[in-house]
């Protein structure tokens, strides 16, 4: 299957959005591929204002979340690998999510499941209950 990320990603700003709040992007500023303004990147992350009024062109694809913005009157294009995004939140309460792809379901294979059988010597029965 699919990694669910970008699924996730969508299905938030969207929600996040759709209750008037304000999406914003957690991102890890070192993960190769990334194109975000350096000067207000802190300690190797930055977060990024992704709501319909901060952004033109917004792309939130299945491998890059990809937009035009403006940081410090100066026009840009942002890239963020989807690798790169950490967490969206929404920054009137934070509530969102943070992603941790060391531990992804997405690249787990889950346990098959034991077969339901009787322990030994306890087969099953049926009672009658008046």
């Known amino acids: 299957m699919t990694p669910s ?3 996730v990603v969508r299905a ?3 929600w996040i959005v759709d209750n008037n709040c304000t999406p914003h ?4 500023a070192d993960v190769e591929g990334v194109v975000v303004p350096v000067d207000y990147v ?3 992350q930055i977060v990024l204002n992704i709501s319909p009024t901060a952004v033109v062109s917004l792309h939130l694809g299945n491998d890059v ?10 026009p840009m294009e942002v890239f963020l690998p989807l690798a790169s995004v950490l967490g969206i939140y929404a920054r009137e309460n934070g509530q969102g ?3 941790d792809d060391d531990n992804e379901a997405d690249d787990r294979t889950p346990p098959e ?3 339901i059988s009787p322990a030994p010597g306890n ?4 009672k009658l209950v008046k």
Do not use: H, Q, T, W
């Open 113 to 115: 499941p034991d077969p």
């Open 42 to 44: 802190n300690e190797g």
């Open 65 to 74: 979340i990809a937009f035009s913005g403006r940081f410090g009157g100066v």
């Open 123 to 126: 087969k099953p029965s049926l």
């Open 25 to 28: 992007v957690l991102v890890d």
């Open 12 to 14: 938030i700003y969207d």
């Open 97 to 99: 999510m943070i992603f």
């Open 5 to 7: 990320k970008p699924y």
